[in-house]
């Protein structure tokens, strides 16, 4: 009876791990802030419900009998160096809220070792993965043929967000999943789900070349090859044999998808030779290859000055302005004229690593990569033919990620992140015997107490994932509320936010702009400040040294402000942020260097009508004010100019009810009514001048 009981309890195991991958990928929630993060939560809910499943066993039998496999020692060592990478942090909440996602994804793969213990295992679990993979497949591909929504004002390739809120993510995914996914086709003996399995695989395929994302169209041959590699080392005939049909018309769809687009281009004779490197260098620029090189180089910046630990664990994103800055300053940073605002990721997971965690982190990512080469070489040497060629393709999966990682951010990404870790996790598992692992048998106390800190780790995680779900759809409520004017109201969401977040970031920023506009200045800095040490950008740092400089902080204002100039930003900041640096300049008694600065301003972005009133305003504090009195004359007709066709963009995009640019041309008005006002109130109250 208790060999049943155990039998029922390690099948409703499975079954959850199954519906978990399902799922996730598949998982959205309205009111939370993008598709990744709902994955996010969602994950950190389901993975300690299944934590504390693994642990029922504990309980159920004598002793609690766990695989370790290697690759999860020097993985341990990467999660110390998460650890200490907190010692350079802007914030250690940050850190902290990274390393609970990180090691949880590391304790699904410690799961699905143990728990998997069959083939049939394996199956269950890849089937819910290629079903939820077709889904995603099929829900972009609708978004494509306009029956479904994508993003407003798009459609075609564009419309594509399927259940990853990008296409790039969907195809990413889709290429992961391709390999294992062939594991199906060749493990089935049923001709109707080989029919299926293979009419999956071909639609993946296809919507993996639909979304149009070059590194995805260059890794897949590349995982191919390595696959044709990897068989004649391994040598699992007889499978490949026994489906050769099945697989011969897959290759055959796989190389006529490659080949197409080439056949479609018909490329002119006269076309230069790909190995001149022109090819090559057309391929770089058309997928912002100069971006995604400013991106690594800044990661690293970050290196070179946090080259021990790193500068915390999801901090690219918090220090890249800085870096930015720095890296423009070297003689390599200015061959660089490529704009590129605040970056959230380095497009390279490894440069990422390095960036985040130092020396001490890559070593122990190339540790933990050398652990999982070794371990599944050792198991394809050990396995029989039909495991083998199992293990091969999930080794192809595997590559397909860690090749893909050298130019995106799938680490970043929860169903990618997903697909990874159960796929390292079904390689390494007991259903493919037992080298490369080592065993650990717990028993009474030990056992039973290992399944209570996985109780409490998982209610801990589970409460704070959803506390921070409620935190973020009242952030996004309380933005919905400043950008249709409620500030009041607002003010009070987004204190609740704050009030209920574990590690809040942009919630101060809006907060800071709501206070503004209720006159709160002093609460309006404290928000900033606290913002400069969670979420930096171009509009952050832009708005604060704005508030400083209004409320007579000139000097502090220059801090801000350099950081902003010296990377580089968009042309409305850099104008917005050289016009704030001169009413530094001038507040800090050099008003002779601010209308100079702010004339080579007027000279260089003639309609900007802004500045005037801020020349005129030194002018008149200098008793110039025939000067001051031309300075507001000139910004009036700007503005009138500019008020004009502002409403006349307005009236002609009235009909365009879902236009994003509607608000957006609404505050552009806003704000010319007020510079109007200024203007002419400063003009009536302008003492003539005196002088002869």
């Known amino acids: 009876m208790k060999s049943e009981s155990c039998g029922k309890l390690e099948r409703i195991q499975i079954a959850a791990i199954a519906v978990f991958v399902f799922v996730l990928p598949l998982f959205m929630w309205p009111g939370l802030t993008d598709y990744n993060y709902a994955k996010c939560i969602a994950s950190l809910v389901l993975i300690p419900l299944l934590l504390i499943l693994w642990g029922v066993t504990a309980w159920r039998r004598p002793s609690w009998i766990i695989r370790v496999p290697w690759v999860l020692v020097p993985v341990a060592g990467l999660i110390v160096a998460a650890g200490l990478s907190v010692i350079q942090a802007t914030t250690s909440l940050v850190v902290l809220q990274s390393s609970v996602l990180l090691i949880c994804f590391v304790l699904v793969l410690w799961m699905v070792v143990n728990v998997v213990r069959d083939p049939q295992h394996v199956r269950w679990v890849l089937s ?14 609708l978004q494509y043929a306009g029956a479904l929504p994508g993003p407003p004002g798009t459609s075609g390739v564009g419309a594509i967000l399927s259940t990853m809120g990008n296409r790039n993510h969907l195809g990413g995914f889709l290429l992961y999943l391709f390999y294992p996914g062939i594991i199906l086709l060749v493990q089935t003996n049923s001709r109707v789900r080989k029919i299926a399995i293979l009419l999956a695989l071909m639609f993946i395929l296809a919507m993996m070349m ?23 080392i391994f040598r699992a005939q007889q499978p490949l044999r026994a ?73 690219y994103k918090l220090n890249f302005i800085a870096s930015k800055a720095d890296f423009l300053a070297t003689n390599r940073g200015q061959t660089f004229i490529d ?20 020396i001490i982190g890559l070593v122990m990512l190339v540790a933990s990569l050398g652990a999982l080469a070794v371990s599944l070489w050792v198991r394809l040497r050990r396995s029989s033919e039909d495991n083998r060629l199992a293990l091969l393709f999930l080794t192809m999966g595997i590559l397909a990620f860690l090749a893909h990682s050298l130019v995106s951010f799938p680490a970043h990404v929860v169903g990618s992140s997903l697909e990874f870790v159960v796929f390292c996790g079904l390689a390494l598992a007991a259903a493919y015997g037992t080298p490369a692992c080592f065993t650990w048998r717990l028993s009474g106390w030990k056992a039973k107490g290992l399944h209570v800190a996985l109780i409490a780790f998982g209610i801990t995680v589970s409460s704070l994932a959803v506390a921070d779900a409620r935190a973020n759809w ?8 400043v950008e249709a004017g409620l500030f009041a109201a607002a003010e009070i969401s987004l204190e609740h936010s704050l009030s209920v977040d574990f590690a809040p970031r942009q919630t101060y920023y809006y907060l800071a702009v709501a206070q503004i506009q209720l006159g709160k200045l002093n609460e309006a800095q404290e928000s900033l400040e606290m913002c400069m040490t969670r979420f930096i950008d171009e509009a952050s740092l832009l708005n604060y040294a704005n508030l400083l400089v209004n409320t007579g902080q000139s000097k502090a204002a220059f801090e801000p402000l350099e950081l902003l100039l010296a990377s580089h930003p968009r042309s409305e900041i850099q104008r917005r942020a050289t016009y704030l ?112």
Request: charged residues 15%; aromatic residues 8%.
């Open 243 to 315: 489906n050769r049909w099945w697989l011969a018309t897959l290759v055959g769809f796989s190389l006529a998808l490659l080949l197409l687009p080439l056949v479609l281009s018909q490329p002119s004779k006269q076309s230069a030779p790909i190995s001149d490197g022109s090819f090559i260098q057309t391929l770089w620029e058309r997928n912002s290859g100069a971006v995604r090189a400013q991106d690594w180089w800044i990661g690293a910046e970050m290196l070179a000055d946090h080259p021990a630990t790193g500068a915390g664990l999801g901090h």
């Open 210 to 232: 639909l979304v149009n994302q070059t590194s995805v169209r260059i890794a897949f041959p590349l995982v191919m090859i390595a696959f044709f590699v990897g068989q004649w």
């Open 581 to 692: 640096r001169a009413l530094a300049l001038s507040e800090t008694g050099n008003p002779d260097v601010a209308i100079a600065q702010i004339q080579e301003l007027l000279a260089n972005n003639p309609t900007y009508e802004t500045p005037y009133i801020g020349l005129g305003s030194i002018y008149q504090s200098l008793g110039r004010n025939d000067e001051a009195h031309s300075a507001y004359e000139a910004g009036l007709a700007l503005v009138e100019k500019a008020l004009a066709s502002a409403r006349e963009k307005m009236i002609t995009g009235a009909s365009l009810v879902e236009s994003p640019k509607l608000a957006e041309i609404q505050a552009t008005i806003d704000k010319l009514i007020l510079e109007r006002a200024t203007l002419l109130e400063r003009l009536r109250t302008l003492p003539q001048d005196d002088s002869p």
């Open 339 to 358: 704009y590129i605002p605040r970056a959230s990721q380095a497009h390279n997971e490894y440069v990422q690593v390095g960036a985040e965690l130092g």
């Open 128 to 141: 819910a993965l290629l079903i939820s993979g077709t889904l995603a497949a099929l829900y972009g591909a």
């Open 474 to 481: 009242l952030m996004e409520r309380g933005i919905d509320q």
